[in-house]
């Protein structure tokens, strides 16, 4: 099944506290694009790119190298249980550490999931250009020394991406619930260097609901890597067609 785009599908995030929840994102790469141009990436170099499907026809028409992978999915049991269960066989079966400089954000605001894939993304995506001084480049600086929960603290009181995270839910075309309540999720894949191998690249997933990163092995074609734990662990698992993926690639004119 092909991972498709809708314009109406947002963000969801667990757990829920009242008096701190944000609105919902939308899964559009404009959107994200524009956030992230403000807070201080370069777009004209690196950009966010819908991912048409899983097909290797569709996956030939992301630009590479890909630098990071976002995936919006429905936050229903089906899947919940199934990604447990991955999990937990793979952190027993894991004999490679995760690397010490993955910045690694807990999330304990409802509904930021969306801002924190980002994150996650910008903060550990080789190469990207983030302009000096700016927000992103300040907020990645701080997080650097802290611990997953002080990154959490951290974002709480940066008043700036509760700002940014407003705006940009509110230039959606999806209707906002005053409840502010979702079904969908988002999550961020990364590559990472192994700590067992010298030369090699390991697959991770970050969301910030889990304890740690999810690792998924050896990585060497981190769009197809990816496109297949999407088709085996996510859509495999729900009938439900609420998934998108979007890729943090080379801006293509």
Known sequence: MAVATH???????????????????????DIMNDWAQQLGLQTSVHSFQ???GL????????????????????????????????????????????????????????????????????????????????????????????TPQERAELLENTNLFAQMHKAAAEAGRSVITPDLETDLHFICFIQAKSQ??????????LDGRRATPVDYGPCTDMLADVAKV??????????????????????DF
């Not at 314009?7 to 559009?28: A, C, H, M, V, Y």
């Open 7 to 29: 314009d109406s599908l947002s963000f969801t995030g667990l757990p829920k506290q009242d008096g701190n929840r944000w609105i919902p994102l939308e899964s559009d790469p």
């Open 50 to 52: 819908d991912v048409y």
């Open 55 to 146: 097909d290797s026809e569709l996956l030939a028409l992301v630009p590479r190298p890909v630098k990071a992978i976002l995936l919006l999915f429905p936050n229903v049991q089906a899947v919940e249980d199934a990604r447990s269960a991955d999990e937990a066989k793979r952190t027993a079966a894991s004999s490679d550490p995760i690397d010490p400089d993955v910045i690694f954000i807990k999330q304990t605001i409802s509904n930021a999931c969306g801002t924190i894939a980002l994150l996650h993304a910008l903060a550990n995506a080789p190469d990207v250009r983030i302009t000096l001084g700016s927000p992103l480049e300040q907020f990645i600086k701080q997080c650097k020394d802290k």
């Open 196 to 205: 067992s191998d010298p030369d090699g690249m390991r697959l991770l997933e």
């Open 230 to 251: 999407a088709q085996d662990k996510y859509l495999n698992s729900t009938n439900s067609l609420q998934f998108s993926m979007t890729a943090l690639a080379p801006t």
